[in-house]
Structure formats: structure tokens, C-alpha cells
């Protein structure tokens, strides 16, 4: 059992439309990342958010944190091709150490042309 | 500044064999955190080193095992492996200073069990 649930598990959109991918969980995370995986790469580190209520923007990407800091939301603004690959949230929780991170299963995007 | 390096990238082996997978970290860091990756479960937490202390450990079984050198590169130990041990084996290295719980992956290493 995972402790961040992801939705939706599989989304595919066409090029120019915007899309929203949700990270949730019952436990409070000291701190939360995303993450975008590529075929046959190591997922890449795109934003931290630390505090309940942050929201960051990385050109058409933003990034919410929950007020309880216990759920994400990460929002993509006309899609491009480049974009396609696993989204994964990870979270960290207070009383573990810096190197584990609790992952969601993961948000699957295809951006087509 | 180089990146995460993990050895071999790919392999193969047959069920009852063992395994030894390398990761040197990005210069600097002196945590290295090992994870699975299957279709199934997602990326799933091994084990974190630092200063060559094992620092936390998830719930896998003692056939899994892991340590760190002095220069803080890594190797994990999978013996007598199981079809279910073929994954993606990740590591990630983060700084323990600024930007503590950041973590780098390198590309994996693919481990197939026949």
C-alpha cells in the first residue's frame, strides 16, 4: 500500500491542452517532490515544495502543496510533445530520513501531436 | 558536475545466483539511497547510507543488502535471486546540507532473472 494515491494513472492529451495531475495522502510530508521519468532513465527532480499552501511555477508547470501538506497537484499548461512521460509525486515524511521518499505509482502522460 | 553513476546498466542472471550493483554519487554527497522499480509496485524504498552507516531500511528481505565506502560510493548485494527480484534498481545520491531530501537518480540498473 502506497501512501500517496496518484490520479488519474493514465492521461492522454493532444498538444496545446492543459492537464492536472493529483498526488494524495491521509499522512502529513515535511516536504514534496515531483518527479518526471523518461523510458530507460532514472527519474529527474522538476520542484520541491515545503510549505502547506506553496504553489511554484516552472514556465508552464505549477505546483501546488496542500495548506495540510497533504496532497500536491501539478498542472501543465499547453501540453507539448515533450512533455510525455511518467510524473511521479514523492513525499517525505518527518520522521524518516532524507534519503527515503514514499512515491506514487506514478501519472503516465502522452502528449500527442 | 558529473551525475549519479550506476554500473552495470543492464543484466542478466538465473534464479539462485547473487548480484552486486554499483552507484558512485554526484561529487560531494555523502547520502545514496537505493530503490526498486516494477511495473507493479513503483519505486519502492531499499535502503539510505551515509558516512558508510546504513541510516534507514525498507521491508525487504535480508537477501538484500548494501553498503557504502569511504568515498561514498555505494554497491547493493541481491543473493540467491528470485524471478521477482527483476526490477529496476535505482540509486540517488542527495547533499546533506541545503537541499537535504533533494535526490539525484542515476539511469538504473536493469536486472532480468530467468
Known amino acids: 500500500t502506497q501512501l500517496l494515491e496518484q490520479s488519474p494513472q493514465f492521461l492522454s492529451i493532444q498538444e496545446g491542452e492543459n492537464l492536472t495531475v493529483y498526488c494524495n495522502s491521509s499522512s502529513v510530508f515535511s516536504s514534496l517532490q515531483w518527479y518526471r521519468q523518461e523510458p530507460g532513465e532514472g527519474p529527474v527532480l522538476l520542484v520541491t515544495v515545503v510549505t502547506g499552501g506553496e504553489v511554484k511555477k516552472l514556465k508552464r508547470l505549477t505546483f501546488q502543496f496542500g495548506d495540510a501538506r497533504k496532497d500536491s497537484s501539478l498542472h501543465i499548461t499547453a501540453a507539448q510533445t515533450g512533455d510525455t512521460g511518467l510524473y511521479l509525486c514523492a513525499g517525505h515524511l518527518t520522521t524518516d530520513s532524507w534519503g527515503k521518499l514514499q512515491f506514487g505509482a506514478g501519472t503516465q502522460v502522452v502528449v500527442t501531436p | 558536475k558529473a551525475g549519479v553513476t550506476q554500473t552495470p546498466r543492464y543484466l542478466i542472471k538465473t534464479r539462485g545466483q547473487q548480484v552486486t550493483l554499483s552507484c558512485s554519487p554526484i561529487s560531494g554527497h555523502r547520502s545514496v539511497s537505493w530503490y526498486q522499480q516494477t511495473p507493479g509496485q513503483g519505486l519502492q524504498f531499499l535502503f539510505e547510507?551515509?558516512?558508510?552507516?546504513?541510516?534507514n531500511k525498507g521491508n525487504f528481505p535480508g537477501r538484500f543488502s548494501g553498503r557504502q565506502f569511504s568515498n561514498s560510493r555505494s554497491e547493493m548485494n541481491v543473493s540467491t535471486l528470485e524471478l521477482g527480484d527483476s526490477a529496476l534498481y535505482l540509486c540517488a545520491s542527495s547533499s546533506s546540507g541545503q537541499g537535504a531530501g533533494e535526490l539525484f537518480f542515476g539511469e538504473g540498473s536493469r536486472l532480468t532473472v530467468l
Open positions: 547510507y551515509f558516512s558508510e552507516t546504513q541510516r
